[in-house]
């Protein structure tokens, strides 16, 4: 409800400041103070500009009734990046919102796998696996199996012990 109302008053502050220019405006049109629209909506080499040629003889003053909207939008940008805040009106110097990227315990194991195949030449069994990461047998040999669907290892067995081999080519 709260920022219902902000965006309401915001949008109120908003049509103010255009009725206001374009007020500012057609006092310039009968000679006083031309330019006064454009110093008000931050313009002021132009503002000045204008004050100067009496709105470049009126035609610079009637060219503005059709810019003020945008002249207005602008100077309230301005406004909001000078403060801090996006046009959008998201504080800009806001913290991230995580420092650290989660990883899952099973990428923490795979890496640790990893680790442990590339002491060993690239292969792998999953009795070395447990006692070189401290995970269950159970956890290395899911992992291993997970890597093994995706394409990372291939399975061989040992030609002396007979034992399921876990190769990693690229690191062998």
Known sequence: MNAGNNNTNTNKEHQ???LVSY???VVGFFGLLSGLHRLYNGKIG??????????LLG???FVDLFLIPNMVD???IRLKLKAGVSPLGVPLDRPPAATQVYESPQ???MVKL????EKRSGRVTVTQGVMETGASFTEVEATLKEMLKSGYVTVDNDPMTGAVTYHFHELG
């Open 16 to 18: 103010d400041r255009i």
């Open 23 to 25: 007020i500012l405006n």
């Open 46 to 55: 132009t503002g000045l500009l204008w004050m100067c040629t009496l709105g």
């Open 59 to 61: 035609v610079g003053q």
């Open 74 to 76: 602008e100077h309230e």
């Open 107 to 109: 990428e923490k194991l």
């Open 114 to 117: 990893l680790k442990v195949a």
